[in-house]
Every structure is written in C-alpha cells, then in structure tokens.
C-alpha cells in the first residue's frame, strides 16, 4: 500500500510538535525519577526546595567506552554534570561550589552561612567582594552577576585577551589582564584541563588574587589516574603536539581538547603551584567525582 504524502505544511506542525512532545517525555521521566528516589534538597543557588534531575543521559555510552569509564565511574560523572536544581538549573557542580562559598564567607553578625547564594548577594559582605568569575558557570552566574564587583569572562579563540566580544569580555587563563592582586575570588569550573599551560594558568591567577583570596574551582579528576599528566602541548607556531591520545569534552562546535588529565596527586600540584589547600567533598573516588578545591594565595 503506498503511503499517502505528508504535505509540507502539515510536517512543519508535526516536527515541532513531536518534537516537543519528547521534550516533555524526558521532563515527566525525570521528574519523576528524582520524586521517587528522593532527591528532594535546598539549592545552595537559588534557595529553593526542588527535585534535583539526574540525566545519565549527558555521558553517552560511545563517550564513556571512548573515555575508558566504567559504569560507576559514568554515573558518577553524569551526576557531576547533571543534578540539575529544576528551579534554577544549576548542576551538582555549580551548587557544591556555591556551598563551599557559602561557608566559606559566611555573613551577618555572629556570622553564618547563607542558605543560598541568592540570600548570600543580598547581603553587604558579598557587596564588598571583587569577583572573578573566568569562563561563564551556569547558575553561579546568574545569581553573581548584579554584584558590583563581579567581573565575568568567556574565553574567545581568537581575540585579543581583555577584548570584548558580544558584549562579553574575553580572557586567556594564561594570559589574564585584569590588574594584580585585584580580586577576593576567582571562579573556575571544568576549566583548567583545557589550558595549555597550567603552570601558567596557576601562576595568572595567583597574580589577579589579592593576598588570602581565594580559587575556588572543579576540575575532573579520575580516582584511578595517579599522576597528573599532559595529554597534548601547544607548540610555539601555534600547532598541537598529541603526547597520548586526545580527548575532547563536549561543547563547541568540536569539543574542548583535554591538555591536562588531572591524577589523585592534584592537591600536591596546587601546593607546588604556591597555594594552601582544602579539599571539600574529598578525596576523589568512584562513586564522588565532584569535589571543590579552594587554593589560597597568601602573597609574597
Ligand atoms: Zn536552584
């Protein structure tokens, strides 16, 4: 039997529509999964009680056979990337790095955490705070961004460091432009690994710190990797040397490449780095890979 032509007007109602119709599969799925596992919790971003929506589905099978991951570790790596608060958005990583904010600067008199970062702006220490915050942390952002002293970048191939592009200021973590010693905190997730110079990008950060400000970042960390080690060099003509085999994260229109694969010696390497170090939510194991690094630059 010959199928009857769909006409074209009639797809251009069908496709959305189907297509939203998965969308909203996922939603209810989703939802659903974290009400009846009980992941019900306070988000440390916008302060409201929500589910948190674990997406297994944002390391795909190929990506975890290509990264070598076993199950636990997969999981354990989407519920870094995942978690999502359904109030804000924000990921498990983006609400642990709030939290180690929260305690870190507590306020009011006796001081005390905030319950969220977004009773945390609200209040004049955080008012007083000079800000980085180098390539753009979803949720965190947002709750930061009316600050005054909150400064954000992105990072632009391309433009000259301290440009802005779109509206958007553009930094190199190797080569920061802001003025020495002229932040309380700097911001970085997921970020360092993609830097082709860590050294560099360490000692650019203890630059723009004010003596005992702070780094507070993520970085992924494999528990069965013990030494840190490069995965490729850029060469001084701009080309990439491989040294083993490459990876990209997803993002981009290829991937962020991966230069650096951090091992479970990465506090030693901070240290090394010049900076005192707490480790939250530590050490890193198979089943936790989302800890927050707070390095303290004491100055000279
Ligand atoms: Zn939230």
Redesign the pocket.
């Known amino acids: 039997m010959a199928r009857l032509p769909i006409p074209k007007s009639l797809k251009r109602i069908l496709v959305p529509a189907w297509n939203e119709g998965h969308r909203l599969g996922w939603l209810v799925r989703d939802h659903a999964g974290a009400v009846l596992s009980g992941r019900w919790a306070r988000?440390?971003?916008?302060?409201?009680v929500?589910p948190m929506i674990y997406r297994r589905r944002v390391v795909p099978e190929k990506l975890a056979e290509r990264w070598g991951l076993t199950p636990r570790l997969a999981k354990a790596l989407a519920r870094k990337e995942s978690s999502d608060?359904?109030?804000?958005?924000?990921k498990l990583r983006a609400?642990r790095i709030a939290s180690v904010l929260l305690e870190t600067f507590p306020i009011g008199s006796p001081p005390a955490p905030a319950r969220?970062l977004a009773e945390w702006v609200r209040s004049p220490e955080a008012a007083r705070m000079r800000i980085a915050e180098i390539n753009r942390i979803d949720?965190i952002h947002g709750a930061l961004s009316h600050l005054p002293g909150f400064a954000s970048s992105d990072y632009h191939p391309g433009a000259p460091p301290g440009a802005i592009v779109e509206g958007v200021r553009s930094e190199d973590l190797t080569r920061l432009t802001y003025p020495d010693a002229s932040f309380d905190l700097v911001l970085t997730s997921e970020s360092l690994e993609h830097v082709p110079d860590l050294g560099a990008a360490l000692r650019g950060i203890r630059r723009v710190l004010a003596p005992g400000g702070l780094h507070i970042f993520t970085v992924p960390v494999l528990p069965d990797e013990p030494k840190t080690f490069r995965r490729a060099e850029l060469r001084p003509d701009g080309s990439i040397k491989h040294l083993a085999a490459s990876i990209h994260h997803p993002g981009g229109d290829v991937g962020y490449l991966v230069f650096t694969e951090f091992g479970a010696d990465l506090p030693e390497v901070l240290k090394r780095a010049g900076f005192d170090l707490t480790v939250h939510y530590g050490p890193v194991r198979e089943d936790d890979l989302t800890q927050v690094y707070v390095c303290r630059w004491m100055g000279l």
């Open positions: 988000c440390s971003v916008c302060g409201r929500r608060c359904a109030g804000c958005g924000a609400r969220s949720g």
